[in-house]
């Protein structure tokens, strides 16, 4: 099944990389940026964004393409693909990338942030650029981190108001080892897949809920299956846009220095759209009938997880944690 799963991916892929080509001119060189958002939200915005400055800049000569939705596979599949070379970008959250950078996986701790504030503040540090050349050995160059909020239980048929009511509930989780096992740490039963598959597996029944941001419940319009959001804030995980090394090394150092200009402007534009759209957010999805619950035992979602944070402890040390917290103002 895998295997007629990749060989879809590869068909699909090669089909993708005939259309652009014979859509952009003879002489661009084609980015094609994997990415698991619809077209509306902030963040696929920023990647049009990118896309439009390195058109620009380079002339034509360089011809960034977003495709949205997981049209090219899941993340970790995307990852893949960036390190054979077989797709050139991908926009992915920096959860399931801990696959394959072992130090990212402090991104799926839980509670490790304390706000928005404290995140960026680690991740524009020593910290940051520390993870970054983490994941630069895993045959990728990484271009900028992007915001995605904090993450919280959403769930199809009743509301999350306690820590006991997650108890037996089957979460989609995306695909991190420390993710899953925060969840299941939590009482509820971990089932981790792809973002492109959550709605029908909502309409279907085969998950309870899920675990996301209110932009992402509403440009994907997962409220019609899923409408009840609690307020458990217990993940705060960037997003980071990567760019392979071997399609990247092929790029002239003019070409290169237009792609991370453009990147970190891209950046810093969805940093300030993101905080002005969650402004607005979730007036729009109580609009459309989404029930917002304060989590009163928060307590006892902090105490639950400590486990995962002591394992990780145990595999990484201490020396990441020490950095993230030496951030706290």
Sequence with gaps: MKQLRWATRILLLVMVSLFVVSGASDAAIVLKIANPLPRDNPSTQALMYFAELVKQRSNGEVAPEVFDNSTLGTAVE???????????????????????????????????????????????????????????????????????????????????????????????VMESKVMVDSINALGAIATPMGQGEVYSALQQSVIDGWENNPPTLLSQKIYEVSPYYAWTRHFMTPDALLISKIAFDKLSAEHKKIVLDAAREASEKQHTDWAAYMNTVVDELKKVGCTFTDVKDIDNFIKAVEPVKESYKKKHGTKFIEMVNSYVK
């Design 78 to 172: 995307n990852f893949e693909m960036l390190q054979l070379g077989t797709l050139e970008m991908v926009f992915i959250s920096a959860g399931p990338a801990s696959q394959f950078a072992p130090e990212w996986e402090i991104f799926s701790l839980p509670y490790v942030f304390r706000n928005r504030e404290h995140m960026f503040a680690a991740l524009n540090g020593d910290f940051g650029r520390a993870m970054e050349e983490d994941v630069n050995k895993q045959g990728v160059v990484f271009l900028g981190w992007y915001d995605s909020g904090d993450r919280n239980i959403i769930t199809a048929k009743k509301p999350v108001a306690s820590f006991a009511d997650l108890k037996g509930l089957k979460i989609r």
